[in-house]
C-alpha cells in the first residue's frame, strides 16, 4: 500500500470515527444497515444484530457523501425556517391563522380572542406546548373523521396522531390512519383534505384514477388544497 493509499484509508476511517460517534445506532433484525438524517441534523443507522464496529466504519466511509450532504440539507433548512421561540409576542399559524404566544406566571395553556391569542404558562416547556397543539389538532381530527368516513360510507377506522414530519397522514394495510401532528398549524379545509385522502386509502391504496375519483367526489377543490400544503411545507418545521 502506498503512502498515499494509507493516508486516504487513514482519513476515511477518522471520518467514519467521527460520523459514528454523534451517530445514534438502533439494532434490529434486518439484513441491510438503514441510513437516515433526522430533523435536527442527527444521523440515525438502523443495523442488524452482530455487525461489527469495524463493518460499520466501511460502510460509513463509503456514505460519507451522501451523509454530510443531507446534514448540510437538514441545517439549511432550520435555518430557512426557524422553529418556533417560546418568546412574549412571538407570531405563528394555527389552524391557518395568526396566532400570537403570550406568557404567563406558572402552568397551563389557555386559547383566547377565539384562536388568535394562546396564553403559555413560564413553567411550561416546547414539550409540554408540542402536546396541547396536538389535543387541539385530536379534535379536530376526530370530528373530520366521523363527518368524511360517513359521507364516504365507510366504518370509523382506527385514528392516531404521531409525530411524524415527512409525511401529512398514512394508511397502513390494516385500515388505520395517522396523521402528523403539524397539521394543527395548517387551516381546517387542508387538513379535511388530509383526512379524506387517508380515507380514501381504506379502499384504494394507490394513487390511481379511480383513487384521485373518490377524493374528488367529496372535495372537488382537494388540489388547491394540496397545493397549500406544497407551498407551506415549511410548518412542519414549526415546533
Known sequence: MTLVNVLCYNRKAMVAE??????????????????????????????????????????????????T????????????HPTLRLEEGE?????GKPCTLRLR???????????????MGREETRESLARFLISLLRDVIRSQVERYAAQLQLPLPVVKCSRARKRWGYCNW????GFSWPLV???????????????????NMS?????????????????????????HRKVMSTL
Not at 454523534?22 to 433526522?38: D, K, P
Not at 402552568?107 to 396564553?119: D, H, I, N, R, T
Not at 377543490?221 to 406544497?230: I, M, P, Q, T, V
Request: proline content about 2%.
Open 91 to 95: 407570531q405563528f399559524l394555527l389552524f
Open 18 to 67: 467521527s460520523i459514528l460517534k454523534n451517530a445514534r445506532i438502533i439494532q434490529s433484525f434486518r439484513r441491510s444497515i438503514g441510513f437516515e438524517v433526522v430533523e435536527d441534523g442527527t444521523l440515525v443507522l438502523r443495523v442488524p444484530y452482530g455487525v461489527s464496529r469495524q463493518e460499520l466504519e466501511r460502510v460509513v466511509a463509503k456514505k460519507e457523501k451522501w451523509i
Open 105 to 119: 406566571a406558572g402552568k397551563g395553556f389557555a386559547l383566547e380572542e377565539g384562536e388568535s391569542l394562546l396564553v
Open 185 to 203: 398549524f395548517c387551516p381546517r379545509e387542508v387538513i379535511a383534505y388530509v383526512v379524506v385522502h387517508e380515507l380514501c386509502h381504506i379502499r
Open 207 to 231: 394513487h390511481n384514477k379511480a383513487f384521485w375519483k373518490s377524493v374528488a367526489q367529496v372535495l372537488p377543490d382537494y388540489r388547491e388544497r394540496e397545493n397549500w400544503l406544497k407551498a
Open 69 to 80: 450532504g443531507a446534514q448540510a440539507r437538514v441545517r439549511r433548512e432550520r435555518e430557512e
Open 174 to 177: 390494516k385500515g388505520e390512519i
